[in-house]
């Protein structure tokens, strides 16, 4: 069974997701035109928060979220397959349940996206934090795990070096944007939207490094059943 599919959707569906709210919300004067990752002129939020935008939003992130969920699993058991007898398979727990509660994150901000009060602001806040940062650290345990796997998977060790790269570039960005609050909020807040646009982007060029890579593996899922096979029959001809 093929399931690039879903390393591929993992990669677009969300990135089509948020780009095509924003053509609507623009569309519809909820936003103003510009360019959000250089302009800092509006936020993802901002994008899908009110209709006809926020039914879009909603109707495609939430899909994405069960996709993400597949794409960790899948890694997880492919990868647990590919670990050599005795070897611990402790960091891809971690990066199965890190991965999975950041989809979690992801239902939780999009669920209440647009509603008012405290506690929606709150739940919001908490999912939008959870998926980013353990998408992040999901996406680390994973390229590390390829690196350690190199001898097995040869072939994708450029994209396994990929995919740690732009995780210390997500690195890097978030600690300038701590950095940057502490040292002038004013500053912070006029370019706040935009580093919240790279991220994602980021995000998501490490997910479309992930389809590559189980593109170049060219592994595929296979159902085996766990019931015993039925005994041979007995020639007749023996006693």
């Not at 004067?29 to 009110?50: D, M």
């Not at 908490?126 to 345990?141: C, E, I, N, P, R």
Request: proline residues 5%; hydrophobic residues 50%; positive net charge.
């Amino acid at each position: 069974m093929n399931l690039r599919i879903i390393a591929l959707l993992a990669a677009l569906l969300p990135f089509i997701s948020v780009h095509l709210t924003w053509l609507v919300a623009v569309g519809h004067g909820l936003v103003e035109w510009c360019n959000p990752y250089i302009h800092s002129c509006t936020s993802i939020s901002a994008t899908g928060r009110h209709p006809p935008a926020s039914y879009l939003f909603r109707a495609t992130m939430l899909p994405a979220a069960v996709v993400l969920a597949l794409y960790w699993w899948c890694n997880y058991s492919w990868l647990r397959w590919l670990q050599p007898p005795g070897g611990s398979d402790r960091s891809l727990r971690w990066m199965l349940v890190l991965g999975l509660l950041a989809c979690l994150g992801l239902v939780l901000y999009v669920t209440v996206l647009g509603e008012a009060g405290t506690a929606w602001r709150f739940q919001r806040r908490a999912g939008t934090v959870l998926f980013f940062s353990l998408t992040f650290l999901s996406q680390l345990l994973l390229s590390v795990q390829l690196l350690a796997l190199g001898p097995r998977l040869p072939q994708v060790r450029g994209l396994a070096r990929g995919m740690w790269w732009i995780c210390c570039l997500l690195l890097a960005l978030g600690m300038a944007t701590v950095v940057l609050q502490a040292w002038d909020g004013v500053l912070y807040d006029s370019v706040e939207d935009a580093f919240e646009w790279v991220l994602s982007l980021l995000l998501q060029a490490n997910f479309l490094l992930g389809y590559l890579v189980w593109c170049r593996a060219g592994w595929q899922l296979q159902f085996v059943s766990s019931e015993p096979a039925p005994p041979t029959p007995c020639n007749q001809g023996k006693q």
